[in-house]
């Protein structure tokens, strides 16, 4: 399944997706193409080393959100990407774009969703004192964080953590849970009941397993 | 520290207070009068079975809520409680019964708040498909489960829960969580920040263990 990933910050989802790639642990997905609607996004230089293919399509060019939205589904259309990863983009997509790839598009969120959806969510958890927090990964809808939840994992929120710190902890689970799901998806193995995912054992793996398969 | 505990349901977070005093894991904390809403409740055939004083405070023979809660005041200070813990306590208090008790009522909510606030969050939680449950302990607010956070602990959905198999999972949590607590707080462990919640060390025990003491 080639994958197209979107981005918009310093890469750090899209440097673990590589890392799974390079070592075995995303196939049958593979990285098609990464896509940034900033110019100046450090995404683009990790897609670069990467070898990579790389577009930019900056949503300040465009008169309209379908006019932006448009030339994103042909940069996907040019690499052929069968998927969509949202790592780190941060840009609503319309129904159009979301019909373009049903239950194919993947959000990463760093909070326990529905809590903190939105902007900063580590800032919003440390600021409401919550004491657990942790990633969510899920398929996009039009809402904002608002699709089925696929996987989550929970940190827990130190005394001493401010949002940079919680974040940091967050992102060494979301590193681990982001390439797991693209391999899940692209192995056929999650199926949408509703608001429901259930994540199907791997071919061999004993049903008993699924829901640590990730 | 002299504990009213406000029951309206089975009583299981009582008898895991109460199993927490018998052996020894509740003190400084003590349970003093166990009193109940509901004259049917079967917490109050828990608390006797325990041996504690228990009352009940029917809200319907009340001709307002004002009543109510000076009945349900007049009963704590019966018993001179010092402190309120709501276990499974399902009335709303008004700023009066929260100030007679400034940071000295504890709530326990079977949800990661602020995610499901309210009934059944075992049930919200299975609906809305996430990953990830717990249960938060907080101090009372006037507003329905919006307090300061005391503990939260995580427990995993597993593709095959409804929504009693999973709140009997965070149950096992909770009837861990509230007693220590508790505990804590009958200790002067818990100092409240705004709305971030930070839970001393024990004496004798390390600071770096802080987060781990409940």
């Known amino acids: 399944m ?43 230089e990790v897609a670069r080393a990467a070898g990579k293919p790389v577009a930019v399509v900056d949503h300040r060019d465009f008169a309209d959100r379908d006019r932006f939205e448009h030339a994103l589904l042909a940069a996907l259309a ?5 998927a969509v990863i949202l790592a780190g983009f941060m ?9 373009a790839f049903p239950l194919r598009i993947v959000n990463t969120h760093p909070s326990l969703l529905p809590a903190f959806p939105g902007h900063d ?10 004491k657990v927090a942790g990633v969510t990964v899920h398929f996009v809808d039009t809402g904002v964080d608002t699709g089925p939840i696929i996987a ?43 608001r429901t995912v259930v994540i ?10 699924a829901d640590q398969l990730l």
Request: aromatic share 0%.
């Open 2 to 44: 080639r994958l197209g990933v979107l981005v918009s910050g310093r890469g750090s989802n899209l440097a673990a997706l590589l890392a799974a790639e390079a070592t075995g642990r995303l196939a049958p997905a593979e990285i098609a193409v990464v896509v940034s609607n900033r110019p100046d996004a450090g995404a683009l």
């Open 78 to 82: 040019t690499h052929d990407a069968e």
């Open 121 to 130: 969510a580590p800032a919003q958890a440390v600021a409401h004192g919550v």
């Open 152 to 194: 989550q994992r929970a940190v827990p929120v130190l005394a001493t953590d401010d949002a940079a710190a919680l974040h940091r902890r967050i992102q060494v689970e979301e590193h681990r849970l982001l390439p797991a799901v693209a391999r899940a998806l692209a192995q056929g193995r999650l199926v949408c009941e509703g």
């Open 200 to 209: 199907r054992a791997a071919p061999g793996a004993a049903d008993a397993d």
């Open 91 to 99: 840009r609503v997509l319309t129904p159009t774009f979301v019909a």
